[in-house]
């Protein structure tokens, strides 16, 4: 493969430029090794620099150290999120009350994510040491509970990311609102948030697909009800 590699048609230089695209026009992009290296580049050839918001590196570079990713919660999206983190080179923790939960991430990750019960003092450790907190609490019916306080906020790492995928509940965070896809972020205390309201609605198709998948058998079980 490497005799037909040009600077033309080197793969990763196109991703890249795809990537730094994307990222210009507002959307959170996955940036794997090796085509992170050239995005910073096509951004400043493109003019595009100024454009955008936040990049977060997140490890698999030699000599560096990995980024602290810290789930709040084990279900679903926080699965999916300790997912993504790990495959970018992440050190992940995830905490939940639900043992069986932290059980099931041990079996899925290979041990690769720490699992650790959730308590006010084990939340209060793991936040003020991350890079980035992801919160994905959810509690069928009720308002999401405040599991990171201001006070917490406002200890934690300048430049460090909370992600509030819990905000269409009323946010894990205190310090959390709603934002919108067209203005996502904001800052506390030298802390950026994201709390997108609706975050699927970013790749539509794909998140219609998936709600049709989960509730088709629902609305064919009624229909067969008259």
Not at 118 to 133: F, H, N, Q
Request: proline residues 4%; glycine residues 10%.
């Amino acid at each position: 493969l490497s005799t037909f590699r040009t600077p033309e048609m080197n793969i990763q230089k196109v991703i890249a430029r795809r990537v730094a695209m994307e990222l210009a026009d507002g959307w959170a992009v996955n940036i794997g090794f090796g085509i992170s290296a050239n995005v910073p580049r096509i951004l400043l050839e493109e003019g595009l620099h100024g454009d955008v918001t936040w990049v977060i590196e997140q490890g698999a570079v030699g000599g560096v150290p990995n980024a602290k990713v810290v789930v709040l919660g084990g279900g679903v999206a926080g699965q999916n999120a300790a997912n993504i983190a790990l495959g970018m080179g992440a050190e992940v923790t995830m905490l939940d009350t639900d043992l069986d939960k932290l059980r099931m991430s041990f079996w899925r990750y290979d041990n690769r994510v720490r699992q650790i019960a959730s308590s006010k003092l084990s939340v209060r450790e793991e936040v003020l040491g991350a890079d980035m907190v992801i919160g994905t609490v959810l509690i069928p019916g009720a308002k999401t509970p405040k599991l990171v306080t201001n006070e917490m906020v406002s200890k934690m790492k300048p430049g460090s990311v909370l992600v509030d995928v819990a905000i269409d509940q009323g946010g894990c965070f205190e310090t959390s609102h709603a934002t919108t896809h067209a203005e996502p972020t904001f800052e506390v205390d030298g802390v950026i948030h994201y709390c997108v309201a609706n975050m699927p609605g970013a790749v539509a198709r794909t998140s219609t697909i998936a709600l049709n998948n989960a509730t088709i058998g629902h609305a064919l079980a009624i229909a067969d009800k008259g």
